[in-house]
């Protein structure tokens, strides 16, 4: 594959190269900060399941009645049409 030569400077540079070193001059998190966060996301969460709960509740009450008509391949299918109301006069006597 590579000549010996290179296998060497390979296997050299291998060996002699130094594990890496954590660095701890970025420092950590204001832990005060951090907790004040928490505090906050959490306090929202809970108003969040709240009104959820209070959005499901308003949700068991009965809605009103829709008229939803029937579909059959995207057509709507006609209702049958109501017979003519009686207005009182008649045209027979």
Do not use: C, W
């Not at 009103?64 to 995207?74: K, M, N, R, W, Y």
């Amino acid at each position: 594959m590579f000549p010996p030569s290179v296998t060497r400077t390979i296997i050299r540079t291998i060996s002699t190269s130094r594990p890496h070193v954590k660095v701890f001059s970025r420092g950590g998190q204001n832990l005060s900060d951090r907790y004040l966060r928490l505090e906050k996301a959490l306090r929202g969460k809970e108003a969040y399941v709240g009104r959820t709960k209070e959005l499901s509740e308003l949700a068991t009450t009965p809605a009103p009645a829709v008229h939803v008509q029937e579909t059959f391949h995207g057509f709507t299918v006609p209702q049958m049409p109501k017979p003519p109301a009686d207005d009182g006069t008649s045209f027979y006597l």
